[in-house]
């Protein structure tokens, strides 16, 4: 078969082909270079967290006030909601309900943030979760997820958790 015979009798289907595999290499490029977007601002994020000096000194002051003999749940009470205590663990937990929100959105890359800070987020949550029933049960109000709207108690029942009463 010649060159010419070659390309009348199959050139449309190479052509077709030609498409399909260009169509598929630029998804792969689009893929990737979503994936290297949010892992670079996920490395930001992760940065701007451990250079920013206010977020430190919150942060110092935060681990000061798990290692005090006052449990952080006082500071939930309706008269300390105003005290620089709680608004140095709501700030913490401000920067963890952001951080949540950036991941449930695709916007930062799980895998890379936990590798780096999942101990103390998970410090953190467990800390502070009778903060935050303290903060519920002051203002009457339950903090639900967004996204499928459970509390906190409910996802703590779903990974089987134990839960002591405030």
């Keep these: 078969m010649d060159l010419i015979t ?21 998804f792969a490029v689009i893929y990737s270079a979503r994936g290297m977007a949010r892992r670079q601002g996920t490395l930001e994020l992760i940065m701007r967290i451990e250079s920013d000096r206010e977020l430190i000194d919150a942060r110092a002051k935060y681990i000061d006030l798990k ?3 006052t449990k952080l749940e006082t500071y939930g009470a309706v008269t ?6 709680a608004k140095t663990i709501r700030k ?5 309900e952001l951080t949540a929100v950036a991941i449930q959105e695709g916007v930062i890359d799980e895998r890379v943030f936990r590798r780096w800070f999942n101990k103390a987020y998970t410090d953190d949550h467990t800390t502070c979760q009778r903060y935050i029933e303290a903060v519920q049960k002051a203002t009457g109000k339950s903090a ?9 108690a409910e996802v703590a029942a779903t990974r089987g958790q134990a839960q002591e009463g405030p």
């Design 6 to 26: 070659f390309w009348t009798t199959y050139g449309s289907a190479v052509a077709n082909g030609a498409v399909v595999l260009s169509a598929i290499a630029a």
């Design 67 to 69: 290692a005090s003999a």
């Design 80 to 85: 300390e909601r105003k005290s620089d205590q």
């Design 92 to 96: 913490i937990l401000n920067i963890h």
């Design 144 to 152: 639900t997820l967004d996204g499928d709207g459970r509390t906190f």
